[in-house]
DNA sequence: GGAATATACGGAACGATGTTCCGTTTGCCA
DNA sequence: TGGCAAACGGAACATCGTTCCGTATATTCC
C-alpha cells in the first residue's frame, strides 16, 4: 500500500522522477475539474490546469475512467471499509445496510457524472465499472448476508445488482427529484413482509 | 387533434407540400435510426436516411427532443389512456399500479438511450422531459391515488418522482442488471406494511 | 563532468458529431 | 406564367476524444 516502486513481480524499473511529479499534478487537476465540470470534464481543460499536453494525459491514464479510479480511489475503500463498523455498530443488519448505502449515495451524489459513467455500458467505462463491483460489491454482500440470515429481507438479492440500480437512481438530477427517498423506497422494497 | 393548418389563435398559413412530406419522411427515417443505433443516433445518418439535408431536419425539429417526442408520441399517449383501464379490469389498484408501470417499462427497456435522455438534465432535453411528464404524470397519479385510497401504499408518493425514479432504473445496462425486477422492488416498497 | 540512451513531453493533426448559415431551388398564388 | 416567400442542401464552424511523432530531458555509464 506504501511501497511504490514495485510492480507485479517483476520489477518495474521505477519511472522519472517528472513523470511521477506530473501524475501527482494531474491527479489534483482532475480532482479540481471533476468538482467544477464533472466527470465528463474535458480532457483539455485537465490537461490546461495540470499545465501539461494532452498527451501527458493518455500516457499516465490510457482511459478516463483510469483517471476516475485514480481519483476517487481513497473514497471508495473508505465506503467499503465502513461495512463491517457498521453491522457492529448498527442496531440491526438492516440498519446497518440502510446507514452504508446511505454513505454510498452521498458519495456518487457529490460527483456529477459518476453515476452516470457507472452505469453507462461503454466499453471505455469497463475498469470504473469493474473497480467499483470489486470494492463495494463484497462490502454489501457482506451487509445483505447478515440482514438475510436475521431474516429482514428476501435472501435472494444480488449486491451486484443493487448497488448498479442504486447508481441508476443517483444518476441524473430533476428539480423535485430526491435520489435518497427512492433509494430509501428500493431498501424498503428488499424487507420481508 | 385532427386539424392540422390551425395554429394557436392566429391563422397559420399551411405549410408547403414538400414541407409536410419532408416531415413525415423524417419522422419514419428517425424511427429507423432510433431502432437501429438508440436515440442518440448521429443527425447525419438520420438525414441520409430520409434522403434530406442536415438543416432539414433542425428547420423541421429544432432539437433533437423534439424528433424524439415526435416519433414516440402514440406510444406515450397509448401508455397513458391504459392507466383507466387496467385500474378497472385489475383487482387491486395494486396490481393496477404495478401492470401499468411494467408497461412503462417495456416501452422504455426497447428504447436505447430514451431512459438516458429522459433523466438527462441537459437544457436540450428539457422538451423532451416536460412532454413525458405532461402526459404520464397524470396517468401515475391516477393510479397512485387509487392504491393510497384503498390503504395499500404510502400516501405521500409522488407520481413525478416515481417516474422519474423508474425512468433512472431503466437507464444502462449491465451483464446481470434486471431493470424489471429492481421497479419491481421500488413498487414493492411503496406498499404500506 | 560529459555524452548516450531511453523515457517522457507537448501539441498539432485527425475523425466524429452537433449546429449554424446562406446561396439555391421550388411550391404556391395571383 | 411570373414573382416571391418558403424550404432545401450541405459547406463551414466549433467542440471533443484520441493518436502520433519530433523534441526535450532525466538517468546512466564512462
Given at each position: 500500500m506504501a511501497g511504490s516502486d514495485r510492480g507485479s513481480g517483476t520489477s518495474t524499473p521505477r519511472k522519472r522522477a517528472d513523470a511521477r511529479r506530473n501524475e501527482a499534478t494531474l491527479l489534483a487537476a482532475a480532482a479540481a475539474a471533476f468538482l467544477a465540470?464533472?466527470?465528463?470534464?474535458?480532457v483539455r481543460d485537465i490537461a490546461a490546469r495540470a499545465g501539461v499536453g494532452v498527451g501527458t494525459i493518455y500516457r499516465h491514464f490510457p482511459t478516463r475512467a483510469d483517471l476516475i479510479v485514480a481519483v476517487y480511489r481513497h473514497q471508495v475503500q473508505a465506503c467499503a471499509e465502513a461495512a463491517p463498523t457498521l453491522l457492529a455498530t448498527s442496531g440491526t443488519p438492516h440498519a446497518a445496510l440502510t446507514a452504508w448505502i446511505d454513505l454510498f449515495v452521498d458519495f456518487l451524489a457529490t460527483k456529477h457524472g459518476l453515476a452516470e459513467a457507472l452505469n453507462?455500458?461503454?466499453?471505455?467505462f469497463e475498469t470504473l465499472h469493474g473497480y467499483f463491483l470489486d470494492h463495494l460489491v463484497p462490502a454489501c454482500a457482506h451487509l445483505l448476508d447478515a440482514a438475510a440470515e436475521a431474516g429482514e429481507?428476501?435472501?435472494?438479492?444480488?449486491a451486484e445488482e443493487l448497488l448498479f440500480a442504486v447508481g441508476n437512481l443517483c444518476a441524473g438530477r430533476a428539480p423535485h427529484y430526491d435520489a435518497r427517498r427512492m433509494v430509501g423506497l428500493l431498501v424498503a422494497g428488499l424487507r420481508l413482509r
Open positions: 465540470a464533472g466527470v465528463d470534464a474535458p453507462s455500458d461503454s466499453a471505455a429481507i428476501r435472501p435472494d438479492t444480488n
